[in-house]
T-cell receptor, first 115, second 115 residues
């Protein structure tokens, strides 16, 4: 079974600065997907970024980028130019490529933006 | 385009009662997933439905059950409610195009409180 670990329960960053959230995972599969979701106080889980394991290039979405290290089973999220609206719980998630479609989530990191 | 909608927003029950939670997926999505987000435990996978069939089930007792209707909407039923069932229940939907994974899009959740 796959597991996802987020070792930082809470993080804070000054507005306009850069912050990196850590995520590690354990799997015996060679092909899979990784995701970062954010959950603001409104409760809705919002997809931030996704990475396909067979792609070596790190995914980027505007101010959000990942550092995917497949051999180390590490998948960190970097948020550049942090904004007040980035304050939320951030969840790292794993999904097998085929057959078993469920998402396996980490326990989340609460990100606070300091004005 | 309307997102995933869940009802009710909040549900209050007592121990031993039964609860029914509802989810309407994004138009065109055939897969519906249910997750439980209990305080401090992250998101745990409950059930996955696609094309009216249960495709996968998480490690939950049989009193958690559900179904998917021909219009792809879904119900989650929880029988013989226990205090530890208090949680936010999130529904997600996605397309299922063979083995090509599509990201899951989440609703705002139903907060189930057991008194």
């Amino acid at each position: 079974a796959q597991t996802v670990t987020q070792s930082q329960p809470e993080m804070s960053v000054q507005e306009a600065e850069t912050v990196t959230l850590s995520c590690t995972y354990d799997t015996s599969e060679s092909d899979y997907y990784l995701f970062w979701y954010k959950q603001p106080p409104s409760r809705q889980m919002i997809l931030v970024i996704r990475q396909e394991a067979y792609k070596q290039q790190n995914a980027t979405e505007n101010r959000f980028s990942v550092n995917f290290q497949k051999a180390a089973k590490s998948f960190s999220l970097k948020i550049s130019d942090s904004q007040l609206g980035d304050a939320a719980m951030y969840f790292c998630a794993y999904r097998s490529r085929g057959g078993n479609e469920k998402l396996t989530f980490g326990t989340g990191t609460r990100l606070t933006i300091i004005p | 385009e309307a997102g995933v909608t869940q009802s009710p927003t909040h549900l209050i029950k007592t121990r031993g009662q039964q609860a029914t939670l509802r989810c309407s997926p994004i138009s065109g999505h055939t897969s519906v997933y249910w997750y439980q987000q209990a305080l401090g435990l992250g998101l745990q996978f409950l059930l996955w439905y696609d094309e009216g069939e249960e495709r996968n089930r998480g490690n939950f007792p049989p009193r958690f059950s559900g179904r998917q209707f021909p219009n792809y909407s879904s119900e989650l039923n929880v029988n013989a409610l226990e205090l530890e069932d208090s949680a936010l229940y999130l529904c997600a939907s996605s397309l299922l195009l063979g083995q090509k994974n599509q990201p899951q899009h989440f609703g705002d959740g139903t907060r189930l409180s057991i008194l």
